[in-house]
């Protein structure tokens, strides 16, 4: 355990006059900084993964007793998932805008982008949300003060991607319609918000869903899946097995490639994924089917790793990896399209419920009337779900087809 500094008086803080840096007790990390002409406070502490060196000001301006609560401070904050340092950059932005009566577009997408910190599912969405206005919007609009733009400039960046890069576009057009939200929340401009869709851009626009183009995730049929599932045991890779896995879950990859051996209960024969992993940002409960539990249980386990799938450096394995095994077997389908195949099984195959079947993709209810009702998760049912799909794959290869009759799922 580190050693505890003893807590110095404001007295003991006068007397300090050689250069060093000292730790003044009472908050961990709190030190004040002896230069030849000067006196500061500084909050040595972990902010996420890094170390910083946070200013609290000079002394004797900055007492002792204030920098201690200012210490206390910015730990709350850190605690909260708050970066004081940015918060501190965020907010005198703000303040000279505000000053100045203006802001550009790309100070308040700054701004606005900061303070959604917390919506974000994770750092990738976080940065596609910046980097889509820095890529089609600070070059056009970024430099005009928030309070000049309407319907015409924002037309200037959406036309030229709205007919080629339709879901691009959309999602571009709604976080311009998020940072003039809060610009006019701040008071930095007046009025309707000219990148609204209903009302407004929906008269002048085509509808997304009128020319977006579908793409789907190439899939394996169904009726095959025996074949593959049977050479793929025969490879002996890590992405091998968390392929395999992926299979018999139908679960997303980024689900599956960030696996915990804590999430497992073996015991109970259950997988929590946790929200944060979750397209629908809602734990999810996966049943674990012998077929599942034998093949966790024939995993090797890395002391310096605590994912089932570990990559190279002890990280969660890498999305590619998956991708190229496919490619290697030369079969005609990506991870996620496995996902297909178990679904189109479950129509063709099985008897089983519709919404029992979407439940094990962890699909949301579409109705939210719907939603608002039911509560349950349907695992037991899912769990005969699992154990058929399970069956199926592993089935002999003379067996055919044939529909499952499963009328415990209905009770």
């Avoid at 609290?56 to 910015?74: C, H, I, T």
């Avoid at 890779?237 to 490639?257: D, M, P, V």
């Amino acid at each position: 355990m580190p050693k505890k500094a003893q807590e110095l008086s404001a007295l003991e803080i006068k007397e300090i006059t050689k250069e060093g840096r000292y730790a003044v007790g009472s908050v961990a990390g709190l030190l004040l900084v002896v230069k030849e002409n000067s006196r500061s406070w500084i909050l040595r502490t972990m902010v996420g993964k890094k170390r910083r060196n946070i200013g609290l000001g000079p002394y004797p301006e900055v007492k002792l007793a204030q920098a201690r609560k200012k210490a206390n401070e910015m730990k709350e904050q850190i605690e909260n998932g708050i970066d004081p340092v940015e918060q501190r950059k965020s907010n005198r932005a703000a303040l000279i805008a505000s000053q100045d009566g203006k802001i550009t577009f790309i100070k308040a997408a700054r701004i606005c982008h900061e303070k959604k910190q917390t919506e974000f599912k994770n750092v990738k969405h976080s940065k596609q949300w910046i980097s889509s206005l820095e890529k089609y919007v600070f070059p056009i609009i970024g430099r005009m003060s928030v309070d000049e733009i309407d319907v015409p400039y924002i037309l200037q960046v959406l036309e030229p991607i709205w007919q080629e890069k339709t879901e691009t576009a959309t999602r571009v057009r709604q976080r311009i319609e998020a940072v003039l939200s809060w610009a006019t929340a701040s008071e930095y401009r007046e009025g309707d918000n000219p990148a609204k869709w209903q009302g407004n851009l929906d008269a002048i626009l085509p509808k997304p869903n009128k020319i977006r183009k579908v793409k789907h995730h190439a899939a394996l049929s169904y009726k095959e899946i025996n074949s593959f599932i049977t050479e793929l045991k025969k490879q002996k890779s890590i992405a091998a097995r968390c392929l395999e896995f992926l299979i018999y879950t139908a679960c997303r990859s980024g689900e599956i490639r960030g696996a915990t051996w804590e999430e497992f209960d073996f015991e109970n024969k259950i997988w929590t994924i946790p929200e944060e992993r979750m397209k629908a940002g809602k734990p999810h409960r996966v049943p674990l089917t012998d077929d599942m539990i034998q093949l966790l249980n024939n995993l090797p386990r890395f002391e310096d790793s605590a994912f089932l799938f570990p990559g190279a450096r002890g990280g969660p394995l890498s999305d590619m990896a998956l991708s190229m095994l496919c490619r290697r077997m030369n079969v005609e389908a990506v991870p996620h399209g496995f996902r297909s195949t178990f679904r189109d099984w479950a129509a063709e195959c099985t008897n089983f419920p519709r919404e029992v079947c979407e439940q094990a993709l962890a699909h949301t209810i579409p109705s939210a009337v719907e939603a608002a009702y039911r509560r349950g998760d349907l695992f037991n049912k899912r769990t005969k779900l699992m154990e058929a799909w399970a069956s199926f794959i592993n089935r002999k290869p003379e067996e055919s087809a044939k529909v499952i009759q499963i009328r415990e799922a209905a009770k």
